[in-house]
C-alpha cells in the first residue's frame, strides 16, 4: 500500500477544515473515498470538492501515479495527512469512517466495486455504465435495495436543464401522444484482440491483476492502463459502445416516456441504428447518425454532433416533437412550447447539479434521479439492444422476467462469470 | 481482430438454437486445441458460452483448473443452459482449489443450482475461509429450504457476518416477490444474531418492510435511536413503507423525534407525500428551529397549495436564511392563484418586501404582473425601477414590446438602459415565429424621430438578431441606418452589422472600409474579417468569398492589430493563396508567431497536393527559426513523414 506520504502540505491547516469562514465543521461533512478516479473521475470529484460539506478522505487506485496525485490534491485543500491512499478498494471500504464513494474505475468494475461498497455500507455515485451485463446491472440494483444505500448512476444528464425541459414536455402532454423516442449512440463495435504481451509492472507501481478485477485475464500491456485504450474490448466495456452514450440518451428517452420500471421489448437491429419498441408501442430508436445540423460527413464518424451539440436525443408525439443535446440549444415543433421553459420543476432536490443531488441524499437518505432502480432498467434496455445489434438479428425481450424469449443465445449473453474470487 | 467476432459470428448462424449450435460448437472445440494460441482458446470459450452445445461441456470443464483459461471456461459454463453445464461445475468442485474452486461455487450459486446443495454446504462447513464464505453466498442465491437452512445455522457460528450478507440477500430477494412471511423470517434471523455492520442495518429495514403497516413500531424506534445509523435507515425506510396508517403515524411522530434529526423527517415526509403531510410541512413553516422551518419553506416550493402562500409571504418579509428559501419557494410554487396573491402582496408591502416580490414576479414569469412592473419601471425610487425593469425580462411578452420601448427610449441612466433592452430582448424572443421577433424593433425604428431613439433601438435590434442568427430585414434597415448623416448613429449601425451573427453583411462592411475613416472604418474591418474567418473555417455557411475578402483586407491593413486579425483569419483558409500571404509576415516581429501557428493549421489540407514543397519548405523555416517551441514542434511533426495530425472529436461522459 502506499500510505499517503509524499506530498507537499501546506502547514497550516486551512480554516475552512475547523468550520470557520463559512464553511462546514468536520462533523457535518460528508467523508468521501474515491476509487480508480482516472480523467472522467477527476471531472466529477472536482465538482464534490468544490462543495464545503465533502471531505475527500481516501482515495484507491491500482496505479501508484493516480495514488500520489489524488493525495496530492486533497492534501491541497484540506492539510498534511488529510487523505489515505490504497491499493486494493477492500481495505478503502473497510474504514468506518467513509460515508461515501465515488467509483470512477474502468467499466468492468463499477458493479462489483459499488457492490462491495454497499455491502461495507457505503453510499455510491458510480460511473456509467454501472455495470457490464445484465446480470451485473440486476444484482446491483438487488444489492442497493437490499442494504438502502443510496445509488446515483453518472448519468448526470438527468440533471440538466435542457434535458429535463425536453422530458417535460414529453411527460406532459405537451407533445401530444409520444410514438417516437430518439437517442443517439456511438457507432457500436466490439473488440476481441488481445494486445501484445508485455512485462508486467511492479504492483506497486500498476496493478495488473487487479486493474483486470472481475474481467477475464489476458497478458499485461501498458496501453490498457495507461493509454486507457480498454474501450470497445468486449471483456472490459459495456455492450459494443452502446452504453458510451446510450446510457444518458436512452435513460432520457426513458424518462420521457415514463418507462422508468419497464424497457422495450423488441429489439431489431439495422446497420449502425437499432429499432426498438416498447410494450405499449412506443419506438425508441437508438442511432449515430441524422440529427438535426449533424454533416453527412462528421468530422468525427464514431458519433452524432448535431445542432444541438454531442449526445442529442429527440422526442416526438403528435402534437409535436423537441430535439436537444450537449450544447444547450432546443430545437422543438411547435414554436410555443418555447413559452413552457420555466413552468417545470422536475424534483424537489436542486436540478442543476447531479453530484450535489447524490450528496443531499447521502445526507436525507432520499432517492437520487438516477437511482437503481433507474439505472437497472436503463442500463438493461441498453444491453438488449446492444445484444440483438452482436447477434445480428431481431431479439424480444420480457421485462417482467428480463428475459429474452425464446432465444437462448440472447439469454446466454445476458450475463458473464465475474472472475474468481470476486463475487458479484 | 478488430471486428466483432460475434457479429460476424451469429450473422452466419442466424437461426434461432435452442441449446446451441453442433457445427458451430465443434469448429470451436478445434480452436481450443491446446497448440493454438491463448487468445484464440479464449474468444473460442466466450463464443461457446453463446452457442456451445453439451459437446463442448467435457472440454470446458477440462479447462477450469487452467490457470489463464479456467475463467473462460467457467464463463462457457456458466451461461450455458445445459443440465451438463451444472454436473460438470459439480464435478470439479471436488478437484478445484483455491480461487478456481471459489469461482465455479460462484458460478453454481448464479445457476441457481439445486443439486449442488449438499456439496455447497460441505464447503460450507470446510476449513478453507474464502470456499466457505463462496459457498454460503451460492446457497442463499440457490434459496431452496435445506440451502437457506444452513446459511441460517452459519448466523450462529463463527462465520455470522459472510452468512448474514447471505441471507440480507435471499431475505430481500422474497420481499421482492412479495413472499413478506418467509423474508421476515429471514430478517429476524439475521438481527437476532448480532450482526454487525451493514448487514445488522439492512436487516433491520427489512424487517420492518416485511412488516409492514405493523413495522411502524420497529421504524419508529430506530428513528428515535441516537444511533446515526440506525435513523438514516429509518430515513430510508419511512420512504418505502407503504399504507396511510403508517404517513398518520410518521406525521404524528414528527414533533417527537429530535429537533436535529426533525428536518430530515419531513423531508422524507415530503417524499413521502399522502394525507397530512402537507398540513404538518405547514406547521413548521413558523417553526422557531431554524432548520426545521428552513426544510418546511423549502418543501412548501414543492407540494405547497394555495394556503401556503401566507407562509411564504411572511418568511420572505423577513431577512437572512428564511427569507432566501421562501423566494426559491415562492419562485417554485405552482399552486393556482399565486401569482395574483403575489400581486396583491405588492401593494401593501414594505419597500424591501416590494423589491423582493417584484423578483419574485419576475423569476416567476408572471404576465400577470407586467403592467404593474411597466408601472413600477417609472416610479422614483431607483431601487424599485431597476428590480422592475429585471423582472420584466421575465415577465413582460410581445404584447408589452412597444411599452417596454417607448420605455427603453425613456432611459438616461446606462444602467436602466441595458436593463430595459434585455427586457425587451426577453419579450421579443417569446414571439412564437422566429422571424416576426425582430418586427417591433424595426417598426420602432423606422417611426423613431431622432438619430439617438435610432441609436439606443439599435442596441437590442443586435441582441435579437444575434440571438436569431441572423434576419434579412433586419439586416436591411441596419445597412440604412450605415448611411445616416448622423455620426453616431452612423457609428452604432456600424457597430451592429459588425456584429452580425452571419457574414451576410461582410461585403458592405469592406465597403465601408474604403469609404470611411476611424471609428468607422475600423469597426467595419475588424467584423468583416471575422466573418472571413468564420465562413473559412465552416463555422458559417454564408456565402462568401473569403479568400477575396481577405486578400483585399491584407492589402488595406493599416495597423499591426489588423495584421493580426487577418494573420489568424488565413490560419483557417486552408488555401495555398494563405500561405502567400502568410509568408511576409513570417518575417513581421509583431506577428510572425501568429503567422507561423496559421501555417501550421492550414498545412495538413496543403501537404497533399499540388503546393506540397512550397508547404514543407515554409514549415522547414518554422520548425528552424520560430520562437514559439510548441508552434516549433507542430512544423517539425507535420514535416515527419506520413506524421500529418488526424482530426479527433473530444470524446465526452
Request: hydrophobic share 45%.
Given at each position: 500500500?502506499?500510505?499517503?506520504?509524499a506530498a507537499t502540505l501546506p502547514l497550516i491547516v486551512p480554516g475552512r477544515v475547523l468550520g470557520r469562514d463559512g464553511g462546514v465543521a468536520p462533523s457535518n461533512r460528508i467523508a468521501l473515498g474515491g476509487i480508480g478516479i482516472g480523467p472522467r473521475g477527476k471531472?466529477?470529484?472536482?465538482?464534490?470538492?468544490?462543495?464545503?460539506?465533502?471531505?475527500?478522505?481516501?482515495?484507491?487506485?491500482?496505479?501508484?501515479?493516480?495514488?500520489?496525485?489524488?493525495?496530492?490534491?486533497?492534501?491541497?485543500?484540506?492539510?498534511?495527512?488529510?487523505?489515505?491512499?490504497?491499493?486494493?478498494?477492500?481495505?478503502?471500504?473497510?474504514?468506518?469512517?467513509?460515508?461515501?464513494?465515488?467509483?470512477?474505475?474502468?467499466?468492468?468494475?463499477?458493479?462489483?466495486?459499488?457492490?462491495?461498497?454497499?455491502?461495507?455500507?457505503?453510499?455510491?455515485?458510480?460511473?456509467?455504465?454501472?455495470?457490464?451485463?445484465?446480470?451485473?446491472?440486476?444484482?446491483?440494483?438487488?444489492?442497493?435495495?437490499?442494504?438502502?444505500?443510496?445509488?446515483?448512476?453518472?448519468?448526470?444528464?438527468?440533471?440538466?436543464?435542457?434535458?429535463?425541459?425536453?422530458?417535460?414536455?414529453?411527460?406532459?402532454?405537451?407533445?401530444?401522444?409520444?410514438?417516437?423516442?430518439?437517442?443517439?449512440?456511438?457507432?457500436?463495435?466490439?473488440?476481441?484482440?488481445?494486445?501484445?504481451?508485455?512485462?508486467?509492472?511492479?504492483?506497486?507501481?500498476?496493478?495488473?491483476?487487479?486493474?483486470?478485477?472481475?474481467?477475464?485475464?489476458?497478458?499485461?500491456?501498458?496501453?490498457?492502463?495507461?493509454?486507457?485504450?480498454?474501450?470497445?474490448?468486449?471483456?472490459?466495456?459495456?455492450?459494443?459502445?452502446?452504453?458510451?452514450?446510450?446510457?444518458?440518451?436512452?435513460?432520457?428517452?426513458?424518462?420521457?416516456?415514463?418507462?422508468?420500471?419497464?424497457?422495450?421489448?423488441?429489439?431489431?437491429?439495422?446497420?449502425?441504428?437499432?429499432?426498438?419498441?416498447?410494450?405499449?408501442?412506443?419506438?425508441?430508436?437508438?442511432?449515430?447518425?441524422?440529427?438535426?445540423?449533424?454533416?453527412?460527413?462528421?468530422?468525427?464518424?464514431?458519433?452524432?454532433?448535431?445542432?444541438?451539440?454531442?449526445?442529442?436525443?429527440?422526442?416526438?408525439?403528435?402534437?409535436?416533437?423537441?430535439?436537444?443535446?450537449?450544447?444547450?440549444?432546443?430545437?422543438?415543433?411547435?414554436?410555443?412550447?418555447?413559452?413552457?421553459?420555466?413552468?417545470?420543476?422536475?424534483?424537489?432536490?436542486?436540478?442543476?447539479?447531479?453530484?450535489?443531488?447524490?450528496?443531499?441524499?447521502?445526507?436525507?437518505?432520499?432517492?437520487?434521479?438516477?437511482?437503481?432502480?433507474?439505472?437497472?432498467?436503463?442500463?438493461?434496455?441498453?444491453?438488449?439492444?446492444?445484444?440483438?445489434?452482436?447477434?445480428?438479428?431481431?431479439?424480444?425481450?420480457?421485462?417482467?422476467?428480463?428475459?429474452?424469449?425464446?432465444?437462448?443465445?440472447?439469454?446466454?449473453?445476458?450475463?458473464?462469470?465475474?472472475?474468481?474470487?470476486?463475487?458479484? | 481482430?478488430?471486428?466483432?467476432?460475434?457479429?460476424?459470428?451469429?450473422?452466419?448462424?442466424?437461426?434461432?438454437?435452442?441449446?446451441?449450435?453442433?457445427?458451430?460448437?465443434?469448429?470451436?472445440?478445434?480452436?481450443?486445441?491446446?497448440?493454438?494460441?491463448?487468445?484464440?482458446?479464449?474468444?473460442?470459450?466466450?463464443?461457446?458460452?453463446?452457442?456451445?452445445?453439451?459437446?463442448?461441456?467435457?472440454?470446458?470443464?477440462?479447462?477450469?483448473?487452467?490457470?489463464?483459461?479456467?475463467?473462460?471456461?467457467?464463463?462457457?459454463?456458466?451461461?450455458?443452459?445445459?443440465?451438463?453445464?451444472?454436473?460438470?461445475?459439480?464435478?470439479?468442485?471436488?478437484?478445484?482449489?483455491?480461487?478456481q474452486l471459489v469461482g465455479a461455487i460462484n458460478s453454481l450459486g448464479v445457476r441457481g443450482d439445486a443439486a449442488a446443495v449438499p456439496a455447497l454446504v460441505k464447503l460450507a462447513d470446510g476449513a478453507e475461509a474464502s470456499a466457505a464464505s463462496a459457498a454460503l453466498?451460492?446457497?442463499?442465491?440457490?434459496?431452496?429450504?435445506?440451502?437457506?437452512?444452513?446459511?441460517?445455522?452459519?448466523?450462529?457460528?463463527?462465520?455470522?457476518?459472510?452468512?448474514?450478507?447471505?441471507?440480507?440477500?435471499?431475505?430481500?430477494?422474497?420481499?421482492?416477490?412479495?413472499?413478506?412471511?418467509?423474508?421476515?423470517?429471514?430478517?429476524?434471523?439475521?438481527?437476532?444474531?448480532?450482526?454487525?455492520?451493514?448487514?445488522?442495518?439492512?436487516?433491520?429495514?427489512?424487517?420492518?418492510?416485511?412488516?409492514?403497516?405493523?413495522?411502524?413500531?420497529?421504524?419508529?424506534?430506530?428513528?428515535?435511536?441516537?444511533?446515526?445509523?440506525?435513523?438514516?435507515?429509518?430515513?430510508?425506510?419511512?420512504?418505502?413503507?407503504?399504507?396511510?396508517?403508517?404517513?398518520?403515524?410518521?406525521?404524528?411522530?414528527?414533533?417527537?423525534?429530535?429537533?436535529?434529526?426533525?428536518?430530515?423527517?419531513?423531508?422524507?415526509?415530503?417524499?413521502?407525500?399522502?394525507?397530512?403531510?402537507?398540513?404538518?410541512?405547514?406547521?413548521?413553516?413558523?417553526?422557531?428551529?431554524?432548520?426545521?422551518?428552513?426544510?418546511?419553506?423549502?418543501?412548501?416550493?414543492?407540494?405547497?397549495?394555495?394556503?401556503?402562500?401566507?407562509?411564504?409571504?411572511?418568511?420572505?418579509?423577513?431577512?437572512?436564511?428564511?427569507?432566501?428559501?421562501?423566494?426559491?419557494?415562492?419562485?417554485?410554487?405552482?399552486?393556482?392563484?399565486?401569482?395574483?396573491?403575489?400581486?396583491?402582496?405588492?401593494?401593501?408591502?414594505?419597500?424591501?418586501?416590494?423589491?423582493?416580490?417584484?423578483?419574485?414576479?419576475?423569476?416567476?414569469?408572471?404576465?400577470?404582473?407586467?403592467?404593474?412592473?411597466?408601472?413600477?419601471?417609472?416610479?422614483?425610487?431607483?431601487?424599485?425601477?431597476?428590480?422592475?425593469?429585471?423582472?420584466?425580462?421575465?415577465?413582460?411578452?410581445?404584447?408589452?414590446?412597444?411599452?417596454?420601448?417607448?420605455?427603453?427610449?425613456?432611459?438616461?441612466?446606462?444602467?436602466?438602459?441595458?436593463?430595459?433592452?434585455?427586457?425587451?430582448?426577453?419579450?421579443?424572443?417569446?414571439?412564437?415565429?422566429?422571424?416576426?421577433?425582430?418586427?417591433?424593433?424595426?417598426?420602432?425604428?423606422?417611426?423613431?424621430?431622432?438619430?439617438?431613439?435610432?441609436?439606443?433601438?439599435?442596441?437590442?435590434?443586435?441582441?435579437?438578431?444575434?440571438?436569431?442568427?441572423?434576419?434579412?430585414?433586419?439586416?436591411?434597415?441596419?445597412?440604412?441606418?450605415?448611411?445616416?448623416?448622423?455620426?453616431?448613429?452612423?457609428?452604432?449601425?456600424?457597430?451592429?452589422?459588425?456584429?452580425?451573427?452571419?457574414?451576410?453583411?461582410?461585403?458592405?462592411?469592406?465597403?465601408?472600409?474604403?469609404?470611411?475613416?476611424?471609428?468607422?472604418?475600423?469597426?467595419?474591418?475588424?467584423?468583416?474579417?471575422?466573418?472571413?474567418?468564420?465562413?473559412?473555417?465552416?463555422?458559417?455557411?454564408?456565402?462568401?468569398?473569403?479568400?477575396?475578402?481577405?486578400?483585399?483586407?491584407?492589402?488595406?491593413?493599416?495597423?499591426?492589430?489588423?495584421?493580426?486579425?487577418?494573420?489568424?483569419?488565413?490560419?483557417?483558409?486552408?488555401?495555398?493563396?494563405?500561405?502567400?500571404?502568410?509568408?511576409?509576415?513570417?518575417?513581421?516581429?509583431?506577428?510572425?508567431?501568429?503567422?507561423?501557428?496559421?501555417?501550421?493549421?492550414?498545412?495538413?489540407?496543403?501537404?497533399?497536393?499540388?503546393?506540397?514543397?512550397?508547404?514543407?519548405?515554409?514549415?522547414?523555416?518554422?520548425?528552424?527559426?520560430?520562437?514559439?517551441?510548441?508552434?516549433?514542434?507542430?512544423?517539425?511533426?507535420?514535416?515527419?513523414?506520413?506524421?500529418?495530425?488526424?482530426?479527433?472529436?473530444?470524446?465526452?461522459?
Amino acid at each position: 500500500l502506499l500510505a499517503g506520504g509524499a506530498a507537499t502540505l501546506p502547514l497550516i491547516v486551512p480554516g475552512r477544515v475547523l468550520g470557520r469562514d463559512g464553511g462546514v465543521a468536520p462533523s457535518n461533512r460528508i467523508a468521501l473515498g474515491g476509487i480508480g478516479i482516472g480523467p472522467r473521475g477527476k471531472m466529477v470529484l472536482e465538482t464534490m470538492l468544490a462543495e464545503k460539506d465533502l471531505h475527500y478522505r481516501a482515495t484507491c487506485d491500482v496505479q501508484a501515479r493516480l495514488r500520489i496525485e489524488w493525495v496530492q490534491r486533497a492534501e491541497e485543500l484540506y492539510g498534511k495527512g488529510a487523505c489515505t491512499a490504497y491499493r486494493d478498494f477492500r481495505e478503502l471500504l473497510a474504514r468506518p469512517d467513509l460515508d461515501a464513494v465515488l467509483i470512477a474505475t474502468g467499466d468492468r468494475w463499477h458493479a462489483v466495486a459499488s457492490m462491495y461498497a454497499a455491502r461495507a455500507g457505503k453510499d455510491v455515485y458510480c460511473e456509467k455504465p454501472c455495470g457490464i451485463t445484465i446480470g451485473l446491472c440486476q444484482s446491483l440494483s438487488d444489492t442497493m435495495r437490499a442494504t438502502g444505500r443510496v445509488l446515483q448512476a453518472g448519468t448526470q444528464r438527468r440533471n440538466v436543464p435542457n434535458f429535463q425541459f425536453a422530458v417535460h414536455l414529453a411527460r406532459s402532454g405537451k407533445l401530444g401522444r409520444l410514438h417516437t423516442l430518439h437517442a443517439s449512440i456511438y457507432k457500436l463495435q466490439v473488440l476481441h484482440d488481445w494486445l501484445p504481451a508485455e512485462p508486467e509492472p511492479d504492483p506497486e507501481v500498476i496493478d495488473w491483476n487487479m486493474w483486470l478485477g472481475p474481467a477475464p485475464w489476458r497478458p499485461y500491456n501498458k496501453a490498457y492502463v495507461v493509454d486507457r485504450r480498454w474501450r470497445g474490448y468486449y471483456d472490459f466495456d459495456s455492450g459494443a459502445k452502446l452504453h458510451d452514450w446510450g446510457a444518458h440518451t436512452v435513460d432520457l428517452c426513458q424518462w420521457a416516456g415514463n418507462f422508468d420500471d419497464t424497457t422495450p421489448t423488441v429489439y431489431e437491429p439495422d446497420g449502425d441504428t437499432i429499432y426498438a419498441r416498447y410494450a405499449n408501442g412506443v419506438k425508441l430508436v437508438m442511432r449515430p447518425t441524422g440529427w438535426i445540423g449533424q454533416p453527412a460527413q462528421s468530422n468525427n464518424a464514431n458519433f452524432a454532433v448535431g445542432a444541438t451539440g454531442t449526445c442529442p436525443v429527440r422526442f416526438e408525439g403528435d402534437a409535436g416533437w423537441v430535439e436537444t443535446g450537449d450544447n444547450g440549444s432546443i430545437e422543438l415543433h411547435p414554436a410555443s412550447l418555447r413559452q413552457e421553459w420555466r413552468a417545470f420543476v422536475m424534483r424537489g432536490t436542486d436540478p442543476a447539479r447531479h453530484t450535489r443531488e447524490f450528496l443531499d441524499c447521502v445526507k436525507s437518505r432520499g432517492t437520487p434521479a438516477a437511482n437503481h432502480r433507474v439505472m437497472r432498467h436503463t442500463h438493461i434496455a441498453c444491453h438488449a439492444a446492444a445484444i440483438a445489434w452482436q447477434l445480428g438479428r431481431k431479439v424480444t425481450f420480457d421485462p417482467t422476467t428480463e428475459m429474452f424469449t425464446g432465444d437462448e443465445a440472447a439469454n446466454r449473453m445476458r450475463t458473464r462469470a465475474v472472475r474468481e474470487p470476486w463475487i458479484a | 481482430m478488430t471486428k466483432s467476432l460475434l457479429v460476424g459470428f451469429a450473422l452466419g448462424v442466424a437461426a434461432v438454437f435452442a441449446a446451441g449450435d453442433a457445427v458451430k460448437t465443434r469448429e470451436l472445440l478445434a480452436q481450443l486445441k491446446p497448440e493454438a494460441p491463448l487468445a484464440e482458446r479464449a474468444r473460442a470459450c466466450q463464443q461457446l458460452a453463446i452457442v456451445g452445445t453439451s459437446e463442448a461441456v467435457p472440454a470446458l470443464a477440462e479447462l477450469l483448473s487452467d490457470t489463464h483459461l479456467g475463467h473462460y471456461a467457467r464463463e462457457a459454463l456458466e451461461a450455458m443452459a445445459l443440465p451438463e453445464a451444472d454436473a460438470a461445475l459439480r464435478t470439479a468442485l471436488g478437484r478445484l482449489q483455491g480461487v478456481q474452486l471459489v469461482g465455479a461455487i460462484n458460478s453454481l450459486g448464479v445457476r441457481g443450482d439445486a443439486a449442488a446443495v449438499p456439496a455447497l454446504v460441505k464447503l460450507a462447513d470446510g476449513a478453507e475461509a474464502s470456499a466457505a464464505s463462496a459457498a454460503l453466498v451460492a446457497l442463499a442465491r440457490i434459496g431452496t429450504q435445506a440451502a437457506l437452512d444452513k446459511v441460517q445455522t452459519a448466523l450462529s457460528d463463527g462465520r455470522r457476518d459472510a452468512a448474514a450478507d447471505a441471507v440480507v440477500t435471499a431475505a430481500d430477494r422474497l420481499l421482492a416477490r412479495g413472499q413478506t412471511a418467509e423474508a421476515a423470517r429471514l430478517f429476524e434471523a439475521v438481527r437476532a444474531s448480532g450482526a454487525t455492520g451493514q448487514a445488522r442495518l439492512s436487516a433491520i429495514r427489512g424487517v420492518i418492510l416485511a412488516r409492514g403497516a405493523s413495522g411502524v413500531p420497529l421504524l419508529l424506534e430506530n428513528l428515535r435511536s441516537p444511533d446515526a445509523a440506525l435513523h438514516d435507515l429509518a430515513l430510508r425506510a419511512m420512504r418505502e413503507l407503504a399504507g396511510a396508517d403508517a404517513t398518520a403515524a410518521l406525521v404524528a411522530e414528527l414533533p417527537r423525534v429530535s429537533p436535529a434529526l426533525q428536518p430530515q423527517v419531513l423531508a422524507a415526509l415530503v417524499d413521502r407525500g399522502g394525507a397530512g403531510v402537507l398540513a404538518a410541512v405547514e406547521g413548521q413553516a413558523t417553526s422557531s428551529n431554524a432548520a426545521m422551518r428552513h426544510a418546511a419553506l423549502d418543501a412548501l416550493g414543492r407540494i405547497g397549495a394555495p394556503s401556503s402562500v401566507p407562509l411564504l409571504l411572511r418568511a420572505l418579509a423577513e431577512e437572512g436564511d428564511a427569507a432566501a428559501t421562501a423566494r426559491r419557494s415562492l419562485v417554485q410554487l405552482t399552486a393556482p392563484g399565486t401569482d395574483a396573491a403575489l400581486l396583491r402582496a405588492l401593494g401593501a408591502a414594505s419597500a424591501d418586501t416590494q423589491l423582493k416580490l417584484v423578483a419574485v414576479l419576475g423569476d416567476r414569469g408572471a404576465a400577470t404582473a407586467a403592467s404593474e412592473l411597466l408601472r413600477l419601471a417609472r416610479e422614483p425610487r431607483a431601487e424599485i425601477r431597476r428590480a422592475a425593469l429585471r423582472a420584466l425580462a421575465g415577465a413582460a411578452g410581445p404584447g408589452e414590446l412597444p411599452a417596454l420601448i417607448r420605455l427603453a427610449l425613456e432611459q438616461r441612466d446606462d444602467a436602466e438602459r441595458t436593463l430595459a433592452d434585455r427586457a425587451i430582448h426577453a419579450a421579443a424572443m417569446k414571439i412564437l415565429e422566429p422571424e416576426r421577433r425582430v418586427d417591433p424593433l424595426l417598426t420602432a425604428l423606422r417611426q423613431a424621430p431622432s438619430p439617438s431613439d435610432r441609436v439606443a433601438l439599435l442596441r437590442p435590434l443586435g441582441a435579437v438578431v444575434r440571438a436569431l442568427g441572423g434576419s434579412a430585414a433586419a439586416a436591411a434597415a441596419v445597412r440604412a441606418a450605415a448611411q445616416s448623416s448622423d455620426a453616431t448613429e452612423r457609428e452604432a449601425a456600424v457597430k451592429c452589422l459588425a456584429d452580425w451573427p452571419d457574414a451576410s453583411p461582410a461585403v458592405d462592411l469592406m465597403a465601408l472600409v474604403r469609404a470611411s475613416v476611424e471609428p468607422v472604418r475600423n469597426l467595419a474591418f475588424a467584423g468583416a474579417v471575422r466573418m472571413a474567418a468564420n465562413v473559412a473555417a465552416g463555422r458559417d455557411r454564408t456565402p462568401l468569398d473569403a479568400l477575396a475578402l481577405l486578400t483585399e483586407a491584407n492589402a488595406l491593413v493599416a495597423s499591426d492589430a489588423e495584421r493580426m486579425m487577418v494573420v489568424s483569419a488565413l490560419g483557417s483558409l486552408r488555401r495555398i493563396e494563405s500561405l502567400g500571404m502568410l509568408e511576409p509576415y513570417l518575417q513581421l516581429d509583431a506577428v510572425k508567431t501568429e503567422a507561423a501557428l496559421a501555417v501550421v493549421q492550414i498545412a495538413p489540407a496543403l501537404l497533399g497536393g499540388a503546393n506540397a514543397m512550397a508547404v514543407r519548405s515554409t514549415l522547414e523555416k518554422i520548425a528552424a527559426t520560430e520562437r514559439d517551441p510548441d508552434v516549433r514542434a507542430r512544423a517539425a511533426d507535420l514535416l515527419r513523414p506520413g506524421a500529418a495530425p488526424k482530426k479527433a472529436g473530444k470524446k465526452k461522459q
